[in-house]
């Protein structure tokens, strides 16, 4: 697989999930480019997680097609899925092994070889500051640390195609600044990033594009160099809503 082939990390066409209710996602197009941050913001209940399951084949679609990698989603091979990194709902820890353990034993998993591990470890703990944490056990962790393990698993084996549902939550400052930082490398790399996120202000400091959400739809996009986010963001969401309401 060349990287010519795969310079769109990731592709979705006509997804539609529904739940009881009206809920769910009804129709999104989303394309995640090479060297891309490419952020989704939208209110609570918009549906971005619901598309960030999707895309992850951790939902079943009931329409729509995803291109992972280059690779139909449901016919990816382990290679593709390797070079994926993601953190949606659970980090992926072990809670009775130690930080660096946990971090090992997902490196594996995500078919990092043997003799590359401890250097993608090390990298996953410097890169979100884990340090001083390696001994300690996953289930003793501060939420915040936990969360930061969390991004340290997706990250440390340097995915082609990121995929994180709101990464910024939990983390302190000093977190974030690691987690931008992060990010920014992995995009400056050639990985494809794709974050959700309700922190307009720390979206608009990394993100190449800015995708709004609303009631299951891609309504518009936001200038990430744009004087007033949130009042660019709120005219966006509440136009949707009166065409919706037809009023
Ligand atoms: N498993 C489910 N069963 C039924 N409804 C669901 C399910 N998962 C999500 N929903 C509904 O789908 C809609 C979109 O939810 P989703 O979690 O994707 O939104 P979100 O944009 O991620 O919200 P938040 O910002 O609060 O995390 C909501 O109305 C939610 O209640």
Do not use: C
Request: net charge neutral; no cysteine; proline share 3%.
């Amino acid at each position: 697989m060349t990287e010519a082939t795969t310079a769109v990390r990731l592709e979705a066409r006509g997804l539609v999930r529904r739940f009881r209710g009206d809920a769910g996602i009804r129709g999104i197009d989303l394309d995640v480019a090479a060297g891309e941050i490419h952020a989704l913001v939208g209110l609570n209940g918009a549906g971005k997680t619901t598309l960030l399951r999707s895309l992850l084949g951790m939902l079943r679609l009931d329409a729509g097609r995803v291109r992972l990698l280059g690779h139909d989603l449901e016919l990816a091979p382990p290679e593709a899925w390797s070079a994926v990194g993601h953190l949606v709902e659970q980090p992926f820890a072990y809670r009775e092994l130690d930080v660096a353990t946990s971090l090992a034993a997902v490196a594996r998993l995500r078919g990092v070889p043997r003799g590359d591990v401890r250097e993608a470890v090390e990298r996953g703990i410097a890169a979100l500051g884990l340090q001083g944490l390696e001994r300690r056990r996953v289930g003793e962790l501060s939420l915040g640390n936990r969360q930061r393990l969390g991004l340290a698993a997706a990250l440390q084996h340097r995915p082609r195609l990121v995929v994180l549902d709101e990464p910024s939550n939990a983390l302190d400052p000093a977190g974030v600044l690691l987690l931008r930082a992060e990010l920014l490398a992995r995009a400056a790399d050639g990985a494809g990033v794709l974050v959700s996120s309700h922190h307009l202000d720390e979206v608009a400091r990394v993100a190449d594009r800015i995708t709004v959400v609303n009631a299951g739809r891609v309504v518009g996009a936001l200038d990430p160099a744009g004087a007033d986010l949130e009042r660019a963001f709120f005219a966006r969401v509440h136009a949707d809503d009166l065409e919706r309401s037809g009023t």
